[in-house]
């Protein structure tokens, strides 16, 4: 079956640091993958996704590339902001109406002014 | 434009009650999909409407759970003698169309307490 492996967290940084977010994946066929983002009091919302191997999702300064040779998506930043913090959440969706998304775990990333 | 909305926002509901849960999902959106996310954990899929049939239950946990989407629009997540383990957040989601790369649009989400 289909399963999605996030780093555990919490992580916490100081503003302005390098970010990043290992993410590996186990699916069969070819799957997309995301990055959602859980705000504070806020719902899921897509941060970014890529839907073939080698592809890069950027959005907001994050960008993730699929490497279909490492079953990886791992999620960057350059420089991150107090208003970043958040939890993220990587998942697959291998289609063909089956199962819907599979969600890693969630890693809550804390940056500190 | 609006969002997929959820309510109520909070439930709470004692040990062998019935709960109704109510998505609305985006205008147009053809597939509808419901989550149950525990604390400290990921989504985890329950079921999949495309129109008003339910093409995927392979999720819900057991036959206390039951879905509806009897007009291919607003669904019902129906939860029968409901139990302390079923307290969880539940999302609904929407999407277009249901393939591998739609993207799906989530809900805030129902917070479930069971006493």
């Known amino acids: 079956g289909n399963s999605v492996t996030q780093m555990e967290g919490p992580v916490t940084l100081s503003e302005e640091a390098f970010l990043t977010i290992n993410c590996t994946y186990t699916?069969?066929?070819?799957?997309?993958l995301f990055w959602y983002v859980q705000y504070p009091g806020e719902g899921l919302q897509l941060l970014l996704k890529?839907?073939?191997?080698?592809d890069k999702g950027s959005n907001k300064g994050f960008e993730a590339t699929y490497r279909k040779e490492t079953t990886s998506f791992h999620l960057e930043k350059g420089s991150v902001q107090v208003s970043d913090s958040a939890v993220y959440f990587c998942a697959l969706d291998s289609g063909g109406g089956a199962d819907g998304l599979t969600f890693g775990k969630g890693t809550h990333l804390i940056i500190q002014p | 434009g609006a969002g997929v909305s959820q309510t109520p926002s909070n439930k709470v509901t004692e040990k062998g009650k019935y709960v109704e849960l109510r998505c609305d999902p985006i205008?147009?959106?053809?597939?509808l999909y419901w989550y149950r996310q525990s604390l400290g954990q990921g989504p985890e899929f329950l079921i999949y409407f495309q129109g008003t049939g339910a093409a995927d239950d392979s999720g819900l946990p057991n036959d206390r759970f039951f879905a509806v989407r009897p007009e291919g629009s607003v669904s019902t997540l129906k939860i029968q003698r409901t139990e302390r383990g079923d307290s969880a957040v539940y999302l609904c989601?929407?999407?277009?169309?249901?393939?591998?790369?739609?993207?799906?649009?989530f809900g805030p989400g129902t917070r479930l307490t069971v006493l």
């Open positions: 989601a929407s999407s277009l169309l249901r393939g591998r790369t739609d993207t799906q649009y």
């Open positions: 890529a839907t073939k191997a080698d």
């Open positions: 699916a069969t066929g070819y799957p997309s």
């Open positions: 205008s147009g959106h053809t597939a």
